[in-house]
């Protein structure tokens, strides 16, 4: 499995994001430009959330019914003279498709930004081929591949975390010579790519949807790069998870709509195109068409609590809300697929022991939740993967297990949580400062700075407030208060 | 009308000035209310550390106790609480003997501010507070309770209170339950954030429906020794009232 970018561990991976402060401001720019286009272009559409339940409607109708709707769509490739391979591992998919490089003698192959050919490592695979030459068209990716194949940050941005002069540093090594003015280097980047395009023997694109009643591959960009990998190349592969498929065009219009505005706030990407295999009086297209359809690990999902993580359009709007993601950005995640999309799918495809760290990296504020145009309920399965990790697999052998499982005891025993009360004051006492505080109102009966055990989390990096006494705690104001009321004494 | 508070165990254990001042409000604005002894907390801290076993016996409790109040309404001083109380029929819906019980609770169960303004009708709550103040949006309270006006449509009819809006309203402060103890290291920069957010506001009280978000904002800032004024939204809508000043949302602006 490939979708790894780290074999740091987490912690790790978080202090050096804290250290990346070009990261973290980029980020945080980002996000803040993109909720304000997102919502204007929700708001424009109308109706969102409305719009939101039908997009939740058709995802989990395809699910429902994935077999019988990859069966159709398998079925009118084939008709129309494609061929269809259903991958069940990464490894599987990029040998198939290397094969296919070796049998049509391509030598010149050209890409377009697909997640899932990162997941399958299908660069490497196919660079290991003699005298090949591939090229990443996708502006982003192109930006990675010629910075030594830096890994992406964002399943929409790849390159979210890369400054223009970075960029430039990284053109310079191409040939280029202009400034760091971002439209300048576009241009360089433009020509430098159109040569490959027009060489290219082989094209590789993702899929944003593929159509099951007409065979069709619906493909977004804003740069137009997808649409010229698939019309110039003479055999074109399309690679597909499993999951993005939609029933007819109908549905694909509903969701194109909703995938442009919520990935990047706009009413619909520059390009936006339906095609597959050259047909008669056509005079461009390939004359060779492959789809590859994969599953690895997808098929975890099915029937489990986590199947509507397959509902997933892929359109990183769940990242762009995320303040777990705001701070640790893309690397932080080590997954190729970062933020609460991610942080549900990573242990999903690749198991826990590799991204169990995952679900625990979030504050469940829900903001994925409240966003994701699909309606995946992103914080509630974070919550699911936290109970396999604890209750199912009990994979917490530390002193937190048996702390955790005390609390249990102690929020589900009244007399317990009435002893604690009694207690706390008196309890925190050697914990406690006297020391004045800049904070009014909170800290009324003294604050805690070093706190042992899970306590220190807390007190790693902020003050606690220290209890009352027992007898000044609000159940024993209200006694007091209720029995003032019964005796018909006044209070102010 | 009779009110079961739901203290929660935050406001227990730590806040008695929180609990006190929405007792004293909603007993101000004709509540019966009765403090069930058997609750304790809602559940969060275990079921969403992915403790559900241990969690179940929670929600029995907190089920069992605050029913046992029979009370008409059940209110509690904070967002992300009441909301887990909400989440009970999901959880529980397979569940033999609590899911109906579980969809009673949750159906009389409101937020303090919710309750005042969508309950009772209350648009002035006949408070006074001469301050400069914002508001943290907490995100239970927001995305999974619904709530985003209640709190605000009140604040803004404070006497001599003067919000200033909070940029970053969104953002969750980096409280998150055992998330703020298990991940210090991204929380703290999350609550730094956030008291940034605070502080480039000029405000000089933040208030808040969730005391929990008020502990881990307030905390973090007496930690940097930076000046703030905590309040909880009972407390600021208990302060200096003048009763001739009460008004329900149904009656005219002037008297």
Redesign the interface.
Known sequence: MTISTSDKPFLTRVKESENDHFMQQSVAKAQDAQWDKRTAAREELGNWEQWRDLGEQIRQHVIKYLPDYLEQFSDNVTKKGGHVFFAQTDEEAANYIKEIAKKKNAHKIVKSKSMVTTEIDLDKVLLSLPDTSLMETDLAEFILQEDDWDEPTHIVFPTLHKNRNQIQKVFKKLGYSGTNDPEEMAKFARKYLREYFMQADLGITGCNFAIADSGLINLVTNEGNADLTMAIPETQIVVMGMERIVPSLKEAEVLDNMLCRSAVGQKLTSYCSFSGKQVVGESDGPSDFYVVILDNGRSNALGTDFEPVLQCIRCGACLNVCPIYRHIGGHGYGSIYPGPIGAVLSPVLDGYEKFGDLPFASSLCAACTETCPVKIPLHNLLIKHREVMMDKLKMDHSFNNVLMKGAGVATSSPILFKMALEGDHLGSAPLSKSKKTTVDNLFNYGHIEKAPSLGAGWTNVRDLARPPKHSENFRSWYKKHKKEQQEGVSHD | MKVA?F?T?V??????????AM?EVLERFGCETA?P?????C?Q???????????N??F??EID?LLSANADYIVGPAGSCVAMLREYPHILKDDPEYSQKAQELADKSYEFSQFLYNVLGVIDAGAQLDATATYHRS??MT??LGEKTAPFKLLEQVKDLKMVPLP?L???C??????????????????D?KVDSVISTGAKILISADASC???I??????R???????HIA?VLNHNVDTSRIRYKDQPTTV
């Open positions: 508070i203290s165990c406001v227990d254990l730590l806040f008695p000035n929180v609990g006190q007792v403090l002894t058997d609750q304790i907390c559940g801290p275990t079921y969403n550390s992915g403790y559900r076993k241990e969690s016996k929670v029995y409790n106790a995100c239970h995305r999974l970053h969104e953002n969750c980096g409280f998150g339950g055992t998330f703020s103890v298990k991940e210090p290291e991204i929380s703290k920069q999350m609550v954030e008020l502990m881990n307030g905390g973090r800032f007496s930690r020794n930076e000046s703030i004024k905590i309040m407390e």
